[in-house]
């Protein structure tokens, strides 16, 4: 059980445009979804955590209107990446919670976007 | 005081052999110790976890040991094999309602064959 579907795996896209990944809890229902980025070799960065009906809550130095995150159910959170370019060129990884007693974080298996 | 410090950063143990990481936090709001396991391209996966009510927790060759007064807690993996090469981070989850997971620096291990 507990499992986290992100998709797509991988995505190259050019300059200017804007790529969606979505994250789906599969057996379990999450109220709280988080999204985090990882450099080469380095831990994971949380950029935001995603609240089911509410609006999400940013990092410090996140750009909110440049990564969009819904969360429109219990079972789906998406992140967009908006007029993306080279530098955001990452390993993007999404992450819940079952809302259920007090249980672990489990991890989708990542998003690498590569932005030409 | 949200950090976790982790160490070492990476580790290069000989198969059969023990491979111990620890990680280290000064927040005591902190109420949960996961570790994860990651290999290259896939998110992190869940190991082991513990509360800080106890000491030791043991799944298989993975063990957690904490020591709540230091605010300290490790990683053993017992006769560590090839196919535990990866790299593992510890991480501490701070709050309830809203809560929120800090991770530590990562430990990239290669256990020789």
């Known amino acids: 059980g507990a499992v986290v579907s992100q998709h797509p795996s991988w995505v190259i896209c050019k300059s200017g445009t804007s790529v969606k990944i979505e994250c789906r809890s599969l057996?379990?229902?999450?109220?709280?979804m988080f999204w985090y980025r990882q450099f080469p070799k380095q831990s994971l960065m949380l950029m935001a955590t995603?609240?089911?009906?509410?609006?999400?809550?940013?990092e410090q130095g996140v750009e909110k209107d440049k990564f969009l995150i819904n969360h429109a159910s219990l079972t789906l959170s998406t992140l967009t990446v908006t007029s993306a370019h080279p530098e955001d060129s990452s390993f993007y990884i999404c992450?819940?919670?079952?809302?259920?007693?007090?249980?672990?974080?489990?991890f989708g298996n990542g998003t690498r976007l590569t932005v030409t | 005081q949200q950090q976790v410090k982790q160490s070492p950063q990476s580790l290069i143990v000989q198969k059969g052999g023990i491979s111990i990481i620890n990680c280290a936090y000064e927040?005591?709001?902190?109420?949960?110790f996961p570790w994860y396991q990651q290999f290259p391209g896939k998110g992190p996966a869940l190991l082991i976890a513990?509360?800080?009510?106890?000491s030791e927790k043991k799944e298989g060759r993975f063990t957690i040991s904490f020591n709540k007064s230091a605010k300290q807690f490790s990683l053993h993996i017992m006769d560590s094999q090839p196919g535990d090469s990866a790299t593992y981070f510890c991480?501490?989850?701070?709050?309830?309602?809203?809560?929120?997971?800090?991770f530590g620096t990562g430990t990239r291990l290669k256990v020789l064959a």
């Open positions: 927040n005591t709001a902190f109420d949960y």
């Open positions: 995603s609240n089911e009906g509410s609006k999400a809550t940013y």
């Open positions: 992450s819940a919670r079952s809302r259920l007693g007090d249980s672990p974080l489990h």
């Open positions: 513990i509360r800080p009510d106890v």
């Open positions: 057996d379990f229902q999450a109220t709280t």
């Open positions: 991480a501490a989850k701070v709050g309830s309602g809203t809560y929120k997971y800090i």
